[in-house]
């Protein structure tokens, strides 16, 4: 158990919907990443906050956004949903401020669109 | 061209063989190599971390990095069949922003008993 925690484990919707994936980082950790694994793209990075700020993005796309709250959980949002968006959503989280921090992920979040 | 390649296999061996895992990249501003397990529909889980050229050893796991080739190594000994699992690489750089780890794309591996 890496003590990063997300919810839900399991996510079917239709295309077009709306749904929000949850993490809470390890205790201590101010970073948190997210992460999107597809059988055709491995696993990509999305976004990365710190302490409550966005610090960086990757191959996000502007239908998906995220936040991270004051007590550092995070939440990625995925609108108007695609088939192609089907896939394994992984947050992790680390000790951030040193460059070296140990990224630690959670079980992830399967999402299925239908 | 990726910048980080590794061969997705499969992978199979025997029970109590020697396993060799490796990685290549192009970018030279990869500072920190990890390497990942991750069984099948569950998070990836850290299994070695290292920042200098040179071999980490932890249990029956040891990492090589070697910066000049770009080429980083992940060997397990004595195998066994809880080691099937798909083992990623990832690295990520010194400083800068960029903090995000860049994985390569699995290998497979499967150890038979």
């Known amino acids: 158990d890496s003590g990063v925690t997300q919810t839900p484990k399991h996510l079917i919707t239709a295309t077009g919907q709306r749904v929000t994936l949850r993490c809470s980082p390890r205790s201590g950790d101010l970073s948190v990443y997210w992460y999107q694994q597809s059988l055709d793209q491995g696993l990509q990075f999305l976004i990365h906050?710190?302490?409550?700020?966005?610090?960086a993005k990757g191959n996000i796309l502007e239908r998906f956004s995220a936040q991270q709250f004051p007590d550092l959980h995070s939440e990625l949002n995925l609108s108007s949903l695609e088939l192609g968006d089907s896939a394994l959503y992984f947050c992790?989280?680390?000790?951030?401020?040193?460059?070296?921090?140990?990224?630690?992920f959670g079980p992830g979040t399967r999402l299925t669109v239908t | 061209q990726k910048e980080v390649e590794q061969d997705p296999g499969p992978l199979s061996v025997p029970e109590g063989a020697i396993v060799s895992l490796n990685c290549t990249y192009s970018n030279s501003a990869f500072q920190y190599f990890m390497w990942y397990r991750q069984y099948s529909r569950k998070g990836p889980e850290l299994l070695m971390y290292t920042y200098s050229s040179g071999n980490k050893e932890d249990g029956r796991f040891t990492a090589q990095v070697d910066k000049s080739s770009k080429y980083i190594s992940l060997f397990i000994r004595d195998s066994q069949p809880s080691d099937s699992a798909t083992y990623l690489c990832a690295m990520k750089p010194l400083r800068g922003s960029a903090r995000q780890l860049t994985f390569g794309s699995g290998t497979q591996l499967t150890v038979l008993p």
């Open positions: 906050y710190y302490n409550g700020e966005e610090r």
């Open positions: 992790a989280s680390s000790v951030a401020g040193t460059s070296d921090g140990e990224q630690y």
